[in-house]
């Protein structure tokens, strides 16, 4: 039997909006941001971490057993048997430097060579006086030191005594008597050591004369004295002082100048030398038979030529 109406139709589902929401669409955007997502993924966790730790590090209690565990472990591997320095040894150096460097550096073995700090004992051994350059390193549980002594060149006078220095003008070590050193040559006066290479210079250049030179001295810190026995001077210019040596040795050895009765050379000004005689060649060179105090006490001074009439 069919129906006598009409049949309802049905009713029609709503259709999705396929378009995301925006705060769907914003996240979205938001996730293609590489720094967006480096953040979350890596910078949220160290974050959290780091809260967490930092929380945990604020008890006083739990930070210092951290740092004692720390400690026992450093120290535990430090003092293994194969980083022990048992042994001190010092070469290129006298025994009694060696004696003065050891107890300078003030290593207490044994030690770990982790502990040792190479770059302060190597400061310690060359403040000596007597140590040019200090070697340090550590090899097979021993702590070698290599020494490179100061050489002395000369015998340094001064008001506090007698000293020797090296080529340079540096202090090597004190000098009890000149005795002790004949071999070396003698500088005096202010500011000797700060021109050691020049009185170098000048003894090298004045050679032939080693046998009567007795020292140099320093003259208002400027210029040198040749001093040579027969209480003989010889004074040198500031300037180019080897080429006045050079220039006396020719006199000498023309004329010898150095054998006449003359106590002083003044060869300050290259064009001219200048003699200061004794009490003999001044009596002689004035033409008097005596010489009395009075005239062994001038200072006569007259030109290199006039050589002919001293004796």
């Given at each position: 039997?069919?129906?006598l109406g009409r049949a309802l139709p049905l009713p029609l589902k709503a259709r999705r909006d396929p378009a995301p929401s925006r705060l769907t669409y914003r996240m979205q955007r938001l996730w293609l941001t590489p720094a967006f997502r480096i953040g979350f993924r890596i910078?949220?966790?160290?974050?959290?971490?780091?809260?967490?730790i930092w929380g945990w590090l604020a008890d006083d209690a739990r930070r210092a057993a951290l740092w004692a565990g720390v400690d026992a472990v450093r120290n535990s591997f430090e003092d293994r048997p194969e980083f022990r320095v048992s042994l001190v040894s010092i070469?290129?150096?006298a025994p009694e430097l060696a004696?003065?460097?050891?107890?300078?550096?003030?290593?207490?073995?044994?030690?770990?060579?982790?502990?040792?700090?190479?770059?302060?004992?190597?400061?310690?051994?060359?403040?000596?006086?007597?140590?040019?350059?200090?070697?340090?390193?550590?090899?097979?549980?021993?702590l070698r030191v290599e020494i490179t002594e100061r050489v002395p060149a000369l015998v340094w006078r001064t008001e506090r005594g007698l000293a020797l220095v090296d080529a340079t003008g540096h202090r090597v070590a004190g000098l009890g008597s000149r005795e002790d050193r004949p071999d070396l040559p003698l500088i005096a006066g202010e500011g000797a050591d700060r021109a050691v290479p020049e009185?170098?210079?000048?003894?090298?250049?004045?050679?032939?004369?080693?046998?009567?030179?007795?020292?140099?001295?320093?003259?208002?810190?400027?210029?040198?004295?040749?001093v040579l026995d027969r209480d003989q001077t010889i004074l040198l210019p500031a300037i180019d002082p080897v080429s006045a040596v050079e220039r006396l040795l020719a006199l000498d050895q023309a004329d010898m100048?150095?054998?006449?009765d003359i106590?002083?050379?003044?060869?300050?000004?290259?064009?001219?030398?200048?003699?200061?005689?004794?009490?003999?060649?001044?009596?002689?060179?004035?033409?008097?038979?005596?010489?009395?105090?009075a005239d062994a006490s001038i200072d006569a001074t007259t030109d290199a030529t006039s050589l002919e009439k001293t004796p």
């Open positions: 039997m069919q129906s910078g949220l966790p160290v974050a959290v971490v780091s809260l967490a070469t290129g150096a004696d003065a460097v050891r107890a300078r550096m003030g290593i207490r073995l044994p030690i770990s060579s982790w502990k040792l700090d190479l770059d302060a004992a190597r400061a310690s051994a060359e403040a000596l006086d007597a140590v040019e350059k200090a070697r340090i390193r550590v090899q097979g549980g021993e009185a170098l210079e000048i003894l090298q250049a004045a050679a032939p004369l080693t046998a009567r030179i007795r020292g140099l001295v320093r003259q208002g810190d400027r210029r040198w004295d040749l100048l150095l054998a006449r106590t002083a050379v003044d060869l300050r000004d290259p064009r001219r030398p200048v003699l200061r005689l004794g009490a003999h060649a001044l009596a002689v060179f004035r033409g008097t038979p005596e010489v009395t105090a």
